[in-house]
Nanobody, 119 residues
Framework: QVQLVESGGGLVQPGGSLRLSCTAS????????MSWYRQAPGKERELVAVNTGIFGNTNYADSVKGRFTISRDYAKNTVYLQMNSLKPDDTAVYRC????????????WGQGTQVTVSP
């Protein structure tokens, strides 16, 4: 069965950095489009970053361009979100998403990890 297990959230001061990890299992990782979303209290879910695979594209929300980087380790079936120059507005629950796999149908989500940016 498909599993997405996230880690790496926490409390950080403004200007600091965090790296989120999402380790996948149950499908062909290289075939999946992997994304990071976030949702802050009282706000709609926002697509933060997406990577469409080995030969694909990477795109970012305007609000994080130049500060966040999505990357993948295909040997470890893991997608990362490196977050630098964090701001209080980045505070949210971050979740990874997998879709478009060649061997499993559907849209799958991790459990979420809290990121809090505060002095």
């Amino acid at each position: 069965q498909v599993q997405l297990v996230e880690s790496g959230g926490g409390l950080v001061q403004p200007g600091g950095s965090l790296r989120l990890s999402c380790t996948a299992s149950g499908f062909t990782f290289s075939s999946a489009t992997m994304s990071w979303y976030r949702q802050a209290p009282g706000k709609e879910r926002e697509l933060v970053a997406v990577n469409t695979g080995i030969f694909g594209n990477t795109n970012y929300a305007d609000s994080v361009k130049g500060r966040f980087t999505i990357s993948r380790d295909y040997a470890k079936n893991t997608v990362y979100l490196q977050m630098n120059s964090l701001k209080p507005d980045d505070t949210a629950v971050y979740r990874c998403n997998a879709r478009g796999m060649v061997d499993v149908r559907g849209d799958y989500w991790g459990q979420g990890t809290q990121v809090t940016v505060s002095p």
